[in-house]
């Protein structure tokens, strides 16, 4: 697990042995069982999280129902920068949807970590601007595109949670409803079928036919 720790920091920032060395004693990691809660809504958020393995899915409860608002995947910062800046309670909770393990940052201990190691301070940075850019795109999908362009976009960029969630949670996470998530994937289903024949049919067509003898 250390290796994969280290292998996910080189993609960002290199690596000295000794960066290495120290990073691994610093940054302590733990796995938590499917449907363990690592936040939840209410709570100061007083923890930043580096998903290693696994998958954590965010949702708020809505008049009694779950709304997923988003899910982290392999290679993903959890942060809830306005919980953990303003000291307020968080707005939503943090649920494992497989058994997950996390490296561990106490946010109050930054300041000494980035002390020690530079590197982690860089590559904080770093995170912090691509979890800034998802959730801007995520915005944007969900104000500019139809259902059906957000399903399509969600296949292309993520098929990994067609296999990893529950429907009812993809279409939360869409801001559907199950039943409109299958008219969609039906109608997709669909409508490759149909382009499918009609390519067979054109390839017929085009085909020369035998000269007589």
């Given at each position: 697990?250390?290796?994969?720790?280290?292998?996910?920091?080189?993609?960002?920032?290199?690596?000295?042995?000794?960066?290495?060395?120290?990073?691994?004693?610093?940054?302590?990691y733990?796995?938590?069982?499917?449907?363990?809660?690592?936040?939840?809504?209410?709570?100061?958020?007083?923890?930043?999280?580096f998903?290693?393995?696994?998958?954590?899915?965010?949702?708020?409860?809505?008049?009694?129902?779950?709304?997923?608002?988003?899910?982290?995947?392999?290679?993903d910062?959890?942060?809830?920068?306005?919980?953990?800046?303003?000291?307020?309670?968080?707005?939503?909770?943090?649920?494992?949807?497989?058994?997950?393990?996390?490296?561990?940052?106490?946010?109050?201990?930054?300041?000494?970590?980035?002390?020690?190691?530079?590197?982690?301070?860089?590559?904080?940075?770093?995170?912090?601007?691509q979890e800034?850019?998802?959730?801007?795109?995520?915005?944007?999908?969900?104000?500019?595109?139809?259902?059906?362009?957000?399903?399509?976009?969600?296949?292309?960029?993520?098929?990994?949670?067609?296999?990893?969630?529950?429907?009812?949670?993809?279409?939360?996470?869409?801001?559907?409803?199950?039943?409109?998530?299958?008219?969609?994937?039906?109608?997709?289903?669909?409508?490759?079928?149909?382009?499918?024949?009609?390519?067979?049919?054109?390839?017929?067509?085009?085909?020369?036919?035998?000269?007589?003898k």
């Amino acid at each position: 697990m250390e290796q994969k720790i280290l292998d996910y920091i080189a993609k960002y920032v290199p690596l000295t042995e000794e960066e290495k060395r120290l990073i691994i004693k610093e940054l302590p990691y733990r796995t938590f069982k499917k449907g363990s809660h690592i936040l939840r809504q209410g709570q100061i958020s007083r923890e930043c999280y580096f998903n290693i393995q696994g998958l954590i899915r965010q949702y708020e409860l809505v008049d009694g129902e779950e709304k997923t608002t988003y899910f982290y995947s392999e290679g993903d910062a959890l942060v809830a920068f306005d919980s953990a800046a303003r000291q307020e309670p968080c707005a939503f909770n943090w649920v494992c949807e497989e058994d997950t393990t996390l490296v561990i940052g106490r946010l109050a201990q930054l300041d000494e970590a980035y002390a020690k190691n530079p590197v982690l301070e860089k590559m904080s940075g770093l995170f912090i601007q691509q979890e800034f850019g998802k959730y801007q795109r995520l915005s944007s999908s969900l104000l500019t595109l139809t259902s059906e362009q957000r399903y399509l976009q969600l296949v292309e960029q993520r098929p990994d949670l067609l296999h990893r969630v529950p429907q009812y949670h993809l279409a939360s996470y869409l801001g559907i409803k199950p039943e409109t998530l299958s008219r969609i994937r039906r109608r997709i289903t669909q409508k490759q079928s149909d382009a499918a024949t009609r390519n067979h049919s054109t390839t017929l067509v085009s085909e020369p036919k035998p000269k007589p003898k």
